[in-house]
Structure formats: structure tokens, C-alpha cells
């Protein structure tokens, strides 16, 4: 079975600094889909940014970026010029490759991420 | 283009009585999953439905069950409720021909407290 730890509760960041969360996992499959959802209090989880495991490039949208090592099971997520609607909770998740588009996603327990202005 | 609405938004319910929450997937989507998710913890996967059968099951007791319409939206029910069931209860849609990579679309959730 697939594990997701993201072992820091909490992190705070200065408006327009960059922050990284972590996050690691443990599978014993070669191909699989690695996410961000960001959930804010509106409680809605949004993806923030994806990741193919094949894929040696790390994947960035706008201001996030992520940081992939596959062979040290880490995944961390950069968000760079955090904006105050940057804080929520953010979730790293995993999924199988091979039972495609429907496999479950396994979550981390999750980061709280407050942005002080 | 509507996306995945839950309802309802908020319910209260005493132990040992029953629930049933509701979910519309997003227009396109045909799937959906459902997902515990404990005050300051991730979601937990409970079951995925597919063409009106249970495709995946979590580590869940058999007191949780589900249904899927034709029009792909999908129920969930939790008979003998407990205290340990409350919680906030997620839906997601997504193609089931979709490329792997695509997201899960999370609804807004419903959130359950028993007392």
C-alpha cells in the first residue's frame, strides 16, 4: 500500500516571500501520478499543480513550482510571491499509474499554510 | 459548466441513526469517489462508483454503502452512525476513459456531526 507524509503541521510565510512545503511517500510502483490540492476554509479542494512520475522535468504553474526526486520519494512544492490567497491547507497526493484515471488518490494528513501580510 | 455540488451542505444527526448525502458530478464526468475527510486530517478514500457499480472499496465498514443513478450522480449512506463518523464527506467526479493524469474535481463536501 501507498503512504503519503507530509510531516510539518504548520509553516508561515511573508507576503511576496517563497515558501516550500514538503511532502514524501512510499509505493512500490514505477509509474505514478503525484498532485497538490489546496483546500481553503471554503473546505473545495483545487488542484494546484501535478506531476507524472515518468516524467524527469519538474512541473510548475505560475507562481508554484515543484521539486520531484524520484529515487528519494520526495515531493516538495515551491510557491513563490506568496499572496494572502495563498493561505490554506495544502495536501500532497498519489495515485497509481496503472489502474488509470479512477484509481484512488491517497493523501498526506496535510500543511496549514497562514501568509502574513 | 457546473461543477461537482454536494448536498446537503451541513447535517446533524444522533448516533445510531442513518445518512444519506448526495452528489452530482461535474458535467462530462461519469465516476465518482467519495472521501472521509476527520477535522485537520486528508481525505480518506471510502468507495468509487462506476456504470451504478462499486469499482473500489477503503478500508471501510460495511455500515458505509453507496449507489449510483444513470445520470451518474451518486449517494452515500451510513446506517448505526457513530461518533467517530463525523466528519467532512468529499465528492469527486472524473472521466473514467480520462487521461491519467487528470484531477480528481472535488464538490464543496458535507459536513456531518453527530451528536
Known amino acids: 500500500a501507498q503512504t503519503v507524509t507530509q510531516s510539518q503541521p504548520e509553516m508561515s510565510v511573508q507576503e511576496a516571500e517563497t515558501v516550500t512545503l514538503s511532502c514524501t511517500y512510499d509505493?512500490?510502483?514505477?509509474?505514478?501520478?503525484l498532485f497538490w490540492y489546496k483546500q481553503p476554509p471554503s473546505r473545495q479542494m483545487i488542484l494546484v499543480i501535478r506531476?507524472?512520475?515518468?516524467?524527469?522535468q519538474n512541473a510548475t504553474e505560475n507562481r508554484f513550482s515543484v521539486n520531484f526526486q524520484k529515487a528519494a520519494k520526495s515531493f516538495s512544492l515551491k510557491i513563490s510571491d506568496s499572496q494572502l490567497g495563498d493561505a490554506a491547507m495544502y495536501f500532497c497526493?498519489?495515485?497509481?499509474?496503472?489502474?488509470?484515471?479512477?484509481?484512488?488518490?491517497?493523501f498526506g494528513k496535510g500543511i496549514t499554510l497562514s501568509v502574513r501580510p | 459548466d457546473a461543477g461537482v455540488t454536494q448536498s446537503p451542505t451541513h447535517l446533524i444527526k444522533t448516533r445510531g441513526q442513518q445518512v444519506t448525502l448526495r452528489c452530482s458530478p461535474k458535467?462530462?464526468?461519469?465516476?465518482v469517489s467519495w472521501y472521509q475527510q476527520a477535522l485537520g486530517q486528508g481525505p480518506q478514500f471510502i468507495f468509487q462508483?462506476?456504470?451504478?457499480?462499486?469499482?473500489q472499496r477503503g478500508n471501510f465498514p460495511d455500515r458505509f454503502s453507496g449507489h449510483q443513478f444513470p445520470n451518474y450522480s451518486s449517494e452515500l449512506n451510513v446506517n448505526a452512525l457513530l461518533l467517530g463518523d463525523s466528519a467532512l464527506y468529499l465528492c469527486?467526479?472524473?472521466?473514467?476513459?480520462?487521461?491519467?493524469?487528470?484531477?480528481?474535481?472535488f464538490g464543496d463536501g458535507t459536513r456531518l456531526s453527530i451528536l
Open positions: 469527486a467526479s472524473s472521466a473514467f476513459r480520462g487521461e491519467g493524469n487528470q484531477p480528481q474535481h
Open positions: 509505493t512500490s510502483e514505477s509509474d505514478y501520478y
Open positions: 506531476q507524472e512520475a515518468y516524467k524527469q
Open positions: 497526493a498519489y495515485r497509481s499509474f496503472y489502474t488509470g484515471a479512477n484509481s484512488k488518490l491517497t
Open positions: 458535467s462530462g464526468h461519469d465516476t
Open positions: 462508483y462506476y456504470e451504478e457499480e462499486e469499482r
